[in-house]
């Protein structure tokens, strides 16, 4: 039987302190991968408190800007909203009833319109062919002056701020010559578009 | 050299004492003891916080839906809104014909008379509205045709021309400029044509800034 010294394999087994070693630095790695593992879900947490945080501020800054200028909000939009036009034979959600679709009816002419034919303009409706919210006018005199054609216009475009003058024609009589000083009235065409409801 | 007087278990025990990766093992035994502690420390930090972060993420969340919830009572209010936005290029950008009208009446001096004035929508820019597309003009040609009293300035035209230009809106300009010679008891003919931007800047038509400023607000 051999005897045990301090350099013999049953003396101390050194794979014993590997295993130990490893073990422990194993141990310390589980430990710091758990440790990071919480630290990144605890940062993604804090980011995502801090985006609530900041949804929170807008939503709430939207909310006081929205209920400080309501009363502004419905004002001008009651005053703008006005001045879209309904289509011809159209009611606010209901089927037009069957004597109502009469596009020839003057008095189902949007103000705008019924301003120009009192003023002395025949009016009729022309096709539309721009975009799919715009009614089509097309007007013509031959018996309103100049100086009551431009405040009519004015009024009119100040009192509807979606009509749009498509195109505009006066021309002289040829039977007035230049440089007359009586009132003329001159020939008039005007193309106009309202917008309108869908 | 053989060991004669020490006994087996001493000698395991010393070779355990001065192996020196028994001294190593020892060593990051004893570290990682030390380790524990700090790591048991930054676990409980960890925790500690990560509990509060969740709180407060519960209570974030609850007051981002009671926020809504009161946002929601405004819907109808935050749709009119978008529809005012919508309509703002419309309102600022919409070419006030008559405010053209007056202006070229200002401008026309005594020596000359339009007997034909024809403005014109050449371009259109798509207006999108929440229920649908609004062409509005982007561009207008003017024309204005006329005689010249018979033995006025030569420059009267040219002098109109600049005139009404500087009157038009801004970025306007001079397409073509044609003046016609006098004849024997006829007068001479002039044509202008401008082409118009309708690009919002009416100042120099004197619209007031009140009509401006309003549309700006929305």
């Known amino acids: 039987?051999?005897?045990?010294?301090?350099?013999?394999?049953?003396?101390?087994?050194?794979?014993v302190a590997w295993i130990t070693i490893a073990g422990v630095l194993l141990l310390l790695a589980a430990e710091g991968l758990g440790l990071w593992?919480?630290?990144?879900?605890?940062?993604?947490?804090?980011?995502?408190?801090?985006?609530?945080?900041?949804?929170?501020?807008?939503?709430?800054?939207?909310?006081?800007?929205?209920?400080?200028?309501?009363?502004?909000?419905?004002?001008?939009?009651?005053?703008?909203?006005?001045a879209i036009a309904l289509r011809k034979g159209q009611s606010?959600?209901?089927?037009?009833?069957?004597?109502?679709?009469?596009?020839?009816?003057?008095?189902?002419?949007?103000?705008?319109?019924?301003?120009?034919?009192?003023?002395?303009?025949?009016?009729?409706?022309?096709?539309?062919?721009?975009?799919?919210?715009?009614?089509?006018?097309?007007?013509?005199?031959?018996?309103?002056?100049?100086?009551?054609?431009?405040?009519?216009?004015a009024q009119q475009e100040n009192s509807n701020t979606f009509l749009v003058i498509d195109n505009l024609t006066l021309e002289r009589p040829e039977s007035t010559a230049a440089f007359s000083k009586k009132p003329t009235a001159l020939n008039a065409r005007l193309?106009?578009?309202?917008?309108?409801n869908p | 050299m053989r060991p004669l007087f020490i006994s087996q278990e001493n000698i395991i025990k010393r070779a355990y004492r001065r192996d020196r990766i028994f001294k190593l093992a020892g060593g990051v035994v004893i570290a990682a003891l030390f380790l524990q502690l700090a790591f048991t420390y930054r676990l409980i930090q960890q925790t500690l916080t990560g509990s509060s972060l969740a709180g407060e993420n519960r209570i974030l969340s609850y007051s981002i839906r009671t926020a809504n919830e009161a946002r929601a009572k405004y819907a109808e209010l935050e749709k009119k809104l978008a529809d005012l936005h919508s309509w703002g290029p419309i309102?600022?950008?919409?070419?006030?014909?008559?405010?053209?009208?007056a202006a070229i009446e200002q401008a026309i001096p005594d020596g000359l008379v339009i007997s034909r004035l024809?403005?014109?929508?050449?371009?259109?820019?798509?207006?999108?509205?929440?229920?649908?597309?609004?062409?509005?003009?982007?561009?207008?040609?003017?024309?204005?045709?006329?005689?010249?009293?018979?033995?006025?300035?030569?420059?009267?035209?040219?002098?109109?021309?600049?005139?009404?230009?500087?009157?038009?809106?801004?970025a306007s300009r001079q397409?073509?400029?044609?003046?016609?010679?006098?004849?024997?008891?006829?007068?001479?003919?002039?044509?202008?044509?401008?082409?118009?931007?309708?690009?919002?800047?009416?100042?120099?038509?004197?619209?007031?800034?009140?009509?401006?400023?309003q549309a700006e607000n929305l």
């Open chain 1, 1 to 15: 039987m051999n005897a045990i010294t301090e350099a013999s394999p049953q003396a101390a087994n050194p794979r």
């Open chain 1, 37 to 82: 593992h919480q630290a990144r879900s605890n940062s993604g947490l804090d980011q995502q408190n801090g985006q609530l945080r900041e949804a929170l501020v807008r939503i709430k800054a939207r909310t006081d800007e929205l209920r400080a200028s309501e009363a502004r909000i419905k004002a001008l939009y009651a005053r703008l909203n006005d």
């Open chain 1, 92 to 153: 606010d959600d209901r089927l037009p009833l069957p004597r109502a679709a009469n596009p020839k009816d003057p008095k189902a002419d949007p103000p705008v319109i019924k301003a120009f034919r009192e003023s002395g303009c025949e009016v009729t409706r022309s096709p539309n062919e721009l975009g799919n919210l715009s009614v089509t006018y097309a007007l013509g005199s031959s018996g309103i002056e100049f100086h009551r054609l431009v405040p009519l216009i």
């Open chain 1, 191 to 196: 193309v106009l578009r309202l917008l309108a």
């Open chain 2, 91 to 101: 309102l600022t950008n919409r070419l006030p014909a008559s405010a053209v009208l």
């Open chain 2, 118 to 170: 024809s403005l014109k929508a050449v371009g259109q820019t798509a207006i999108k509205l929440s229920t649908g597309v609004f062409m509005l003009p982007r561009t207008y040609q003017l024309l204005v045709a006329g005689e010249r009293q018979q033995g006025s300035d030569a420059g009267l035209t040219e002098r109109f021309s600049r005139n009404l230009l500087a009157k038009m809106p801004s």
């Open chain 2, 175 to 213: 397409l073509s400029q044609h003046a016609g010679a006098e004849g024997t008891g006829r007068p001479g003919t002039f044509q202008l044509v401008l082409e118009l931007p309708a690009n919002g800047n009416y100042h120099s038509l004197g619209l007031s800034p009140v009509q401006l400023q």
